[in-house]
């Protein structure tokens, strides 16, 4: 079954540093990767998605994610975080085997003033 | 873009009774929505597959007795939690595919609904 880890559980980090957030997966086969984020007290936005083409993709707020398939891995990164960053990150895969999405299971990034 | 609704957002209900969720796609059709749960300070973990005009799909371990799913048209799911106990209370979010982006697995996510059973 798919499964996916994320390593880091609670990140904090001060305006202007620099992130990634980690996030592997378990499958062997074709994936579809994407990152949600959840503000406080808000529902889930998808920040980014990879299906195919350029493992490099970009997504909404600066943010940007490399999927490495020899390592199955869809780490996030964004190189300026903002205080307004501050909420919860998950990474997600879908495969067509399972027809579901897996989502790991999350990190919450605080950004410091 | 794509919006997904719930409502309510927040319900407090006694043990022992009904209470239904309902989960509509505004601006498209939505042939296949999921309904999720979320534990505090934990991931979403799918409860189950809605497909409209069919039985849902229920993931291993989720009662289906309990968890009444039912998909009566291409824009609304309903949720229908049964007996509920203090243990079902939990914050449930419900997420719509829309078929329009073709083999775009992406779900729009509604913004859930806290259960709170007394």
């Known amino acids: 079954a798919q499964s996916v880890s994320q390593h880091n559980h609670h990140v904090i980090l001060s305006e202007a540093a620099s992130l990634e957030l980690g996030c592997n997966y378990s499958y062997g086969g074709t994936v579809n990767l994407f990152w949600y984020v959840q503000y406080p007290g808000q529902h889930l936005q998808l920040l980014l998605k990879?299906?195919?083409?350029?493992?490099l993709v970009k997504g909404i707020k600066g943010f940007e994610a490399e999927f490495i398939k020899s390592k199955f891995s869809f780490n996030l990164r964004k190189p300026s975080v903002q205080w307004s960053d501050t909420a919860e990150y998950f990474c997600a895969v879908y495969t067509g085997t399972a027809s579901k999405l897996t989502f790991g299971t999350g990190t919450r990034l605080q950004v410091t003033l | 873009g794509a919006v997904v609704s719930q409502h309510p957002s927040w319900v407090i209900c006694k043990s022992g009774t009904s209470v239904k969720i309902e989960c509509r796609s505004l601006d498209f059709q939505a042939t296949t929505m999921f309904w999720y749960r979320q534990f505090p300070k934990q991931s979403l973990m799918l409860m189950a597959t809605?497909?409209?005009?069919?039985?849902?799909?229920?993931e291993q371990g989720v009662e289906k007795d309990k968890f009444l799913i039912n998909h009566a048209s291409l824009t609304l799911s309903t949720l229908t939690v049964t007996s509920a106990h203090p243990e079902d209370s939990s914050f449930y979010i419900c997420?719509?595919?829309?078929?329009?982006?073709?083999?775009?697995?992406?779900?729009?996510f509604g913004p859930g609904t806290r259960l709170t059973v007394t």
């Open positions: 997420s719509a595919r829309d078929p329009a982006t073709g083999g775009s697995y992406e779900q729009y």
């Open positions: 809605s497909n409209e005009g069919s039985k849902a799909t229920y």
């Open positions: 990879y299906f195919s083409g350029d493992p």
